[in-house]
């Protein structure tokens, strides 16, 4: 089943599945540790280096993890790990589920229905937490896709610390039910806009698995 992207298509550290992305930031760290390791022996000031260096790599390595995942059968899916922050009716008659993910989530974003992307808008903005109100403002990524059901507004949004967002799939690409379509780098928010008419399954405070909880409700 198409839902993964090839290995060709991810980053990769001697066999670890990481986030396609995340080698700006893993790779320094990573030989950071690997060379104070190396000179810890003979060098104090490297064995100083070499724990807390580390301990930043190992957490690196965690948060930028990459699972496969069985994907569930259903309209729509979570496009994110992490817990359902709201649900909001939008004027338009549409209802918003936002998801929060903290810096233990998983931060591969997946799609939440199978279709077309029609557009992919960057818009700069903050950087305040993201499970704050202002966070409306913060820098993001608002996607739509052309799906069985209309059109599926899905929008990644940037926190205090998560400062970039990656798309993974230009405007026009063709996407699978959970399909990889990007990554934001540590703590973030996702939110998605199902259209009117369409039941929300989650609750606030419900735990969500990217591709693998169901939003929507029969």
């Known amino acids: 089943m198409p839902h993964s992207q090839t290995s060709a298509h ?12 995340a080698s700006p930031w893993l790779l320094p760290t990573v030989a ?14 490297a064995a100083t280096v070499a724990v807390p260096a580390t301990a930043l790599a190992a957490g690196m390595l965690w948060f930028f993890r990459d699972p496969e995942r069985e994907i569930a059968q ?5 496009p994110a790990d992490g817990v359902v922050q709201s649900i909001m009716p939008w004027k338009d008659g549409r209802t918003r589920v936002a998801i929060f993910m ?12 199978a279709g077309t992307v029609t557009s992919v808008e960057h818009v700069p903005g903050g950087f305040v937490p993201a499970f704050n109100k202002e966070s409306e403002n913060n820098e993001r990524v ?33 996407v699978e ?9 540590f703590g973030s928010r996702v939110d998605i806009y199902l259209p009117e008419g369409v039941d929300v ?10 591709g693998v909880t169901r939003i929507d409700r029969d």
């Open 142 to 174: 608002v996607w739509h896709f052309d799906t069985e059901l209309g059109d599926i507004e899905m929008v990644q949004i940037a926190g205090a610390v998560a400062r970039r967002i990656v798309p993974y799939i230009p405007q026009g690409t063709k």
């Open 32 to 45: 950071t540790a690997a060379l104070s390791l190396a000179r810890s022996r003979r060098s104090r000031r």
């Open 201 to 210: 399954a989650v609750e606030v405070g419900q735990t969500t698995t990217a």
């Open 177 to 185: 039910q959970g399909e990889r379509i990007g990554l934001i780098r």
């Open 102 to 113: 903290s810096p233990l989530n998983v931060h591969v974003n997946r799609a939440p229905l």
């Open 10 to 21: 991810r980053d990769s550290l001697r066999g670890v599945r990481i986030a396609r992305g």
């Open 74 to 78: 259903g309209r729509v899916v979570s």
